[in-house]
C-alpha cells in the first residue's frame, strides 16, 4: 500500500550537476527500482519513515511554482527527472509532468526527459512543440523477468523499445539510458535499440549495496563485478559500433 500525500513545494526548478536544472514533479517513485540510488538518502531528506516505493509526495503546485520560476531564472536544459519518474503512474491523474513541459516549452526551455514509462506518449504532443528536447528511456537489460524483478513498476522492456521508436519516428531526439547494467544479452538490447535511439549510454552499477543481497539470493552474485560490467559495456560497445550507433560509457 503506497501513501500518498497531496504537499505544496517550495521550489521545483532547482539546480543540477548533471543539467542545468533538474524537476521532479514528485518526491518518491512507484517505479520502485530495486537498485535506486535514492533509496540511499531520500527517505531521510524527505522526512518519511516509509521505505522507498511506500510513499509519493505529489506536488500539486509545480507548475504554479513553475510559472513563476522561469520568469526569472537563466535558459538552461531541464532534466526531468533526477529523483522520481516523472511519467510514474500518478501522473496519468495528477499530469503535472504534462503541465510543467507545456511550460517550459512556451518559455523556450531545453528539455531532458528520462523515463522507463511509456506514459510518455500521451505527451507527445507537447514534446513535439519543442525545439531543443531529447527523450530517454532507461533499459537496464534485455530479460523481461529480470526487469519486472529489479524495476517492478516500470513498463515492460519491449513496450518501452516500442515507445522510443514512435517518439524518433516524429523526428524527436532519442537516447537509451542502459544503466546500471543487469544481466542479460546486451547484444540483443543493442540490437532493439538500432533505428530507435540516436545514442546509448552505458554505465554500471555505482550503489551496490541496495541490491547485493537480492542478487545473492537470486545466485547473481557474479553479475555485480569490476568484470562482468566491463566484459558488458564491452560487448555492447561492439555491438553499437557494428550497427553504426553511437555509444558512450560513462564508466
Ligand atoms: S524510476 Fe528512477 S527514481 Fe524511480 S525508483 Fe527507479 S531508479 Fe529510482
Not at 524537476?23 to 540511499?40: H, K, M
Not at 513563476?68 to 511519467?87: F, H
Not at 537489460?141 to 522510443?164: K, Q, W, Y
Amino acid at each position: 500500500m503506497i501513501k500518498i500525500r497531496e504537499v505544496q513545494a517550495k521550489s521545483i526548478l532547482n539546480k543540477s550537476k548533471i543539467h542545468d536544472y533538474c524537476l521532479n514533479p514528485y518526491t518518491g517513485c512507484q517505479v520502485n527500482c530495486r537498485y535506486c540510488y535514492a533509496r540511499l538518502f531520500m527517505r531521510r531528506y524527505s522526512g518519511h519513515s516509509e521505505p522507498w516505493g511506500a510513499f509519493v509526495d505529489v506536488k500539486v503546485n509545480a507548475p504554479e511554482l513553475l510559472r513563476k520560476q522561469v520568469v526569472r531564472a537563466k535558459k538552461g536544459t531541464v532534466w526531468l527527472s533526477s529523483v522520481c519518474d516523472p511519467y510514474q503512474p500518478l501522473e496519468e491523474k495528477y499530469r503535472l509532468t504534462r503541465q510543467c513541459l507545456s511550460i517550459l516549452a512556451e518559455a523556450g526551455f531545453p528539455v531532458n526527459i528520462q523515463t522507463k514509462m511509456t506514459l510518455i506518449l500521451r505527451d507527445l504532443d507537447i514534446i513535439e512543440r519543442f525545439e531543443e528536447i531529447e527523450v530517454g528511456m532507461t533499459l537496464t537489460t534485455d530479460d523481461e523477468r529480470i526487469a519486472r524483478m529489479f524495476e517492478p513498476g516500470a513498463s515492460p522492456v519491449g513496450e518501452r523499445i516500442a515507445a522510443l521508436e514512435t517518439i524518433h519516428s516524429r523526428g524527436i531526439r532519442t537516447f537509451a539510458f542502459v544503466g546500471p547494467l543487469l544481466p542479460g544479452g546486451p547484444e540483443g538490447l543493442i540490437c532493439a535499440l538500432a533505428g530507435r535511439v540516436d545514442k546509448v549510454l552505458v554505465d554500471r552499477m555505482n550503489y551496490l549495496e541496495t541490491v547485493i543481497g537480492l542478487y545473492r539470493e537470486l545466485g547473481l552474485s557474479e553479475a555485480a563485478t569490476d568484470q562482468f560490467f566491463r566484459e558488458q559495456a564491452r560487448r555492447i560497445a561492439r555491438e553499437a559500433a557494428k550497427r553504426g550507433l553511437p555509444c558512450e560509457i560513462l564508466f
